[in-house]
């Protein structure tokens, strides 16, 4: 890559190659940018819900899951575009991939449980209400 085309991706010249003594300052820097807000917390399990809820779904009907992370991190940005719009309120990458986190995560919980729960009645598991009674 050329160094004109470095410089039109925006990135400092450090980020690519640092010379003895120089040091790199990164594009977010910590102090001052928002990650894990109730905004981010809140839409990352709403999508999660209606994802996990769907993957639940395929899978029992179709025997496989999809991956969820890539959707949930585009309706993540699309969400908090809107909220940007009707609220006027931004949003930073941090709370985005916060979002997409939560979301992902509790939607491959419900894969965990999709494929464990039916081998259990396969192997002929008796629940635990059924061998006390």
């Known amino acids: 890559m050329s160094t004109e085309e470095k410089n039109n991706i925006g990135l400092d010249e450090t980020a690519y190659e640092l010379k003895p003594g120089q040091t790199y300052v990164p594009v977010v820097v910590r102090d001052d940018v928002a990650e894990t807000t109730v905004k981010a917390v809140i839409s990352g399990i709403t999508l999660g819900i209606i994802f996990g809820a769907a993957n639940a779904y395929l899978g029992l009907m179709a025997g496989l899951t999809i991956s969820t992370s890539i ?19 931004g949003h930073t990458i941090l709370e985005a991939n916060m979002s997409q986190t939560i979301g992902s995560a509790s939607s491959s919980v419900a ?23």
């Open 111 to 133: 894969s965990g449980v999709l494929f464990t729960i039916p081998a259990l009645f396969l192997w002929g598991h008796k629940s635990m209400t059924e061998e006390h009674q």
């Open 71 to 89: 959707p949930i991190a585009v309706l993540t940005v699309v969400a908090f575009t809107g909220i940007r719009a009707g609220l006027g309120k």
